[in-house]
């Protein structure tokens, strides 16, 4: 009998420890672990599908593999300083150079496809942001307006915002554009995020302060703060990676591969997302 009560006092102590551990474990902010470091001189880094990653700056494009190796370049001439690259196409990705209202594309040997889009010719002056969309299309930010147009692979438009200012009574001022997990986010960096659908209806705000960035990936968009990563889920959820610094100024995420850019270096982390 004596023998009986001691193993089920140990078996109850040892589910007691057990229980403690698992939930101190998924308490736990995920971790990351430092894989590869690489100087670069770049603005900024993106993934796209395929687990091909690119840094671009200037006029400059790079692309790597996930240890950061670069395996192709281009350089990408006459139109200015690159302001973003969208490689959710990966057959076609999308380069906005926003001093000269221009989007060129790109086929996935990272050469010229095609006629660029000159969007001053489209009859717009003040575009602040632009991003590839779903059946080959594209949307910009109209600042003038406080508008999202969507265009059609033959630079027709096909979705238009109202004034966003009247709806969201916010003085949006735009720097970047993500469609993702069929929905559509607008980052101000002081304001936060603001979500739509896939067609330009508004959904909600977030927010968040300090944005820097945003990338997408898994049915998720990982936000780039000063000193985390906020994470929000396709439930809206969201939850937190702390940074070791604040240095960082772009995110890209493939698998768990986590790529964090530097002003003068690429760090590559491990990560149980």
Known sequence: MKSSNSYSSWLFSALIIFVFFTVRAQSQKP????????KVEAEGVVVDELGNV????????EQRNTKGKVLQTNSIKGFGNITSFDVSNPLKPQVFFKNQLQLVFLDNRLAKRGDNVALDFLGYSQISASC???NNGFWIYDMSNYELVRFNEQTNVTNQTPNL???TGKNLQADQLLETNKRLYIKDQEIGIFVFDIYGTYYKHLPLKNCKT??????RVFILQHEKITVLNSKNNTSSI?????????IAVYDDYLFLLGSDQLDIYQVKL
Not at 31 to 38: A, E, M, V, Y
Not at 54 to 61: E, P
Not at 214 to 219: E, P, R
Not at 242 to 250: F, R, V, W
């Open 31 to 38: 971790g990351l672990q430092l894989i590869s470091n690489q």
């Open 54 to 61: 690119f840094t671009f700056g200037k006029n400059l494009i």
């Open 132 to 134: 590839a969309s779903y």
């Open 165 to 167: 200012l009247q709806i």
């Open 214 to 219: 945003i990338a997408g990936y898994a049915n």
């Open 242 to 250: 702390s940074l070791p610094h604040t240095d960082y100024i772009d």
